[in-house]
């Protein structure tokens, strides 16, 4: 008989990285589903195909640059490559979309030091990327509802109800903002299936909840008093249910890798995070400015974890 | 129900043992007294091999003010003083050998009615008793009973938590020896000055609770339902739970005037002052899913782990750890002719489980929310992992209890607990290198 010389506690839980990753994915499905319903065949091409390529380049990376023999994928690279491809338009060619997950994975994550020790969500650095490089491919959205098979060449093009309310003024349908039935990015536009997920997500305990909660509130908040200054500003549930902030606040900035750790630095990042992405809606050259928030507030993390210690048991308050 | 914030829910695993009535394990042949059997210094031996002894004589005393007496747990000869490896130390420690040639000849401790009997004289008693905390710590209970006149304390916490997953010898003593239980609290009541003492009992030990309350009724004793978390039995946990004092950082519990004893330390109380008895037993449950028949038992002092798995049954031939204590906290034997200390809870053996690789991790969150404690278990074992030690105990290293709960609940399969314990033994031995 050989004994295992093993260290305490002989018992652990069951929960493991892979399950938390297949749960984020689960819990964005729905928003997929949407996404290929109002944007047709392409879109689910590019969530499906980021998924799968994600998962692939991690293994890669660490199996052949990084020299881990054994490595066991664990998903993330798969969560990483299907939150871009919801951050993306239709027009945005295959090959682009590509390079621009290479970078996410390759100079978000990997460039770092790999899972868990990125500073900065790594769907964010590649959508980021992708928007400097290709301006007009992330910038052309199309029209819902073209149906499943149309290529996405062929269908008609729009702005987001973001541009169309910072440039003309225009306000959408806040059922269609709700549902989805509006152009944007792929995963971006239903609040209702990302609300959907989040909640799956929530039931099995598996998300910051404080994150979402402060950073929507925030936005609530700060639009609400731009609102009562001038109505040019729009009223706060059009920018709740517009633009990337649902998809933003719900899956982007509550990564639990770039994100605070105790419940109160959740609060000040997500505060932090609806008020960058107000000012720049508000007052900043991009209509919309969800993704390049939640990376700031990234970058402030370690800060804000330093501050926000939890007092040891016992110990007196100074 | 009373609690604390953070812990974990492990699977209870007490259904093997609990039922199970507690047993008198017959007397082993041969037993290994470890002079190191309670914290602080190791006791001085004084016998020699060839000596004769009766259970109950001294044959080691105590080296220092933080030590205790040991006792020859049968009638025999001693046969040998070696070393063996000590389990909780971690390298090997003398032990004397002693060889059983007859039933018991009892060498007892002189008592009195101990209503008669003052304060010193008890405390006299348990310290010849060589009585120490058998809830695992094993401090030597004279000392914990005698706090410095400056330190008040005014209540007395009995711990019948058993919080650890698998070992379900308290839940037994709350149920059988409840009586002994009352007059050790009451013994030490006496000997503190203490007007109240509670009884902290889980609420998975229902059963437990009724008859402690059924006993005590008239007794200036309470019972205390806690709710069912793991690390309940936690001293400051279960002090928070129950007083919502806390513990200050690096303090003691007589520090808010509190003193913590185990249920199991209350029955070797009364049998040493009433039954004038030392300490050369101890009950503990063996069970796990490897043990043929899982028990509650009372065994001898330096009884062999192995003598103590046959008598219930053996193990499975796949059987892949065998442990000293509970599983969360335990220690893991890879040698059965380990024998057991005074600290024992439990022997718990467990076939293989399927052991998941570490990953990296991924500031889930998951351990600093569940440290009782407050701590950031992420933070310290990245920081012990880097040898950054100094920068760990300014984090709160040395607060860590080593309850595991970091560990257990960790979605990366990181061992914080591991890391943590080697970077508090460095800083140790390099703060007394500085000195």
């Keep these: 008989m050989k ?28 928003a997929v589903i949407g996404a290929a319903y109002f944007f047709g065949w392409y879109a689910l091409f590019l969530c499906v195909t980021g998924a799968i390529i994600g998962e692939l380049f991690d293994v890669f990376v660490m199996k052949y640059l990084r020299g881990v023999k054994d490595f066991i994928p664990d998903g993330s690279g798969a969560v990483t490559g299907l939150l871009l491809a919801m951050n993306v338009s239709t027009r945005l060619p295959f090959w682009a979309f590509v390079l621009g997950l290479v970078f996410a994975l390759g100079v978000g994550k990997h460039a770092f030091g790999g899972l868990g020790q990125n500073v900065f969500n790594p769907a964010l650095v590649g959508r980021a990327f992708l928007l400097i490089s290709f301006p007009t491919y992330m910038t052309t959205w199309v029209v819902p509802g073209a149906g499943f098979w149309k290529s996405p060449a062929d269908v008609m093009t729009s702005a987001t109800p973001l541009a169309l309310f910072k440039e003309q003024g225009q306000i959408t349908s806040y059922w269609d903002l709700f549902i989805g039935n509006v152009g944007g990015s792929l995963g971006e536009t239903s609040a209702l299936l990302l609300l959907i997920g989040f909640l799956y997500l929530v039931l099995r305990k598996r998300i910051k909840i404080f994150i979402p909660l402060s950073y929507i509130g925030t936005v609530f908040v700060f639009s609400t008093v731009a609102y009562l200054v001038s109505s040019k500003f729009g009223d706060p549930l059009f920018h709740l249910l517009s633009g990337g902030l649902m998809l933003g606040a719900l899956f982007m900035a509550t990564d639990m890798v770039t994100s605070p750790i105790t419940p109160k630095g959740q609060v000040i990042f997500g505060i932090g995070c609806g008020v960058l992405t107000m000012a720049i809606r508000l007052f900043g050259a991009y209509p919309e400015g969800v993704s390049f928030s939640i990376l700031f507030m990234n970058a402030l993390v370690p800060l804000i974890d330093r501050y926000t210690k939890p007092r040891i048991f016992g110990e007196v308050k100074k | 129900m009373l609690t604390f914030k953070g812990g974990v829910h492990p699977p209870q695993l007490k259904e093997w043992s609990k039922e199970k009535s507690i047993e008198r394990m017959p007397l082993p042949e041969r037993v290994y007294v470890f002079l190191l059997n309670h914290a602080g210094n190791p006791a001085k031996p004084v016998v020699s091999v060839g000596d004769e002894v009766k259970t109950g004589q001294v044959i080691g005393e105590p080296e220092g003010f933080i030590s205790a007496y040991l006792h020859s747990p049968v009638t025999g000869k001693v046969v040998e003083l070696k070393k063996i490896l000590h389990p909780i130390v971690g390298k090997p420690i003398e032990a004397i050998v002693i060889e059983r040639t007859s039933e018991d000849e009892w060498v007892r401790l002189g008592t009195g009615n101990y209503e008669q009997m003052s304060k010193d004289e008890i405390l006299d008693v348990i310290k010849k008793a060589g009585i120490v905390g058998l809830g695992g710590a094993m401090f030597p209970t004279h000392v914990k009973l005698s706090p410095p006149p400056e330190k008040r304390v005014d209540t007395l916490i009995i711990n019948g938590a058993e919080c650890e997953p698998v070992l379900t010898i308290d839940h037994r003593l709350m149920l059988e020896r409840a009586e002994d239980i009352l007059q050790g609290i009451l013994i030490m009541m006496k000997v503190l000055g203490t007007e109240k003492a509670i009884v902290g009992v889980e609420s998975n030990k229902m059963d437990a609770y009724q008859n402690l309350k059924k006993i005590f009724k008239g007794y200036p004793v309470d019972v205390a339902l806690l709710k069912t978390k793991y690390p309940q039995g936690a001293e400051k946990q279960l002090i928070y739970a129950i007083t919502k004092r806390r513990v200050p950082r690096g303090g003691l519990p007589m520090d808010v005037g509190i003193v913590v004893q185990n249920v199991g330390t209350c029955v070797a109380v009364k049998e040493a002052v009433v039954d004038g008895k030392p300490l050369v037993e101890r009950g503990l449950t063996v069970s796990g899913d490897a043990v043929k028949n899982p028990k509650n038992l009372i065994v001898r002092i330096g009884t062999p782990v192995r003598d103590i798995l046959e008598y219930c049954g053996g193990i499975d031939e796949n059987t892949e750890r065998v442990i000293l204590g509970g599983p969360m906290m335990g220690i893991a034997i890879t040698n059965l002719d380990i024998p057991i200390m005074k600290g024992t809870s439990g022997v718990t053996a467990f076939l293989p489980r399927k052991v998941q690789p570490q ?57 914080h607990v591991r890391y943590i314990k080697l970077a508090k033994t460095v800083y140790r031995a390099t703060r007394r290198g500085r000195k």
């Design chain 1, 3 to 30: 004994l295992l010389s093993a260290y305490a506690p002989h018992l652990r839980e069951e929960d493991d990285v892979r399950k938390i990753m297949l749960d984020v994915l689960i819990a964005l499905s729905p």
């Design chain 2, 359 to 415: 990953k990296p991790c991924i500031r889930c969150s998951e351990c600093v929310q569940v440290c009782p404690m407050n701590l950031q278990p992420y933070l310290l074992y990245l920081l012990s992992s880097k040898r950054r030690y100094d920068e760990a105990v300014e984090n709160g290293l040395m607060d860590c209890i080593e309850c595991g709960s970091c560990t257990y609940t960790c979605p990366s399969k990181i061992e």
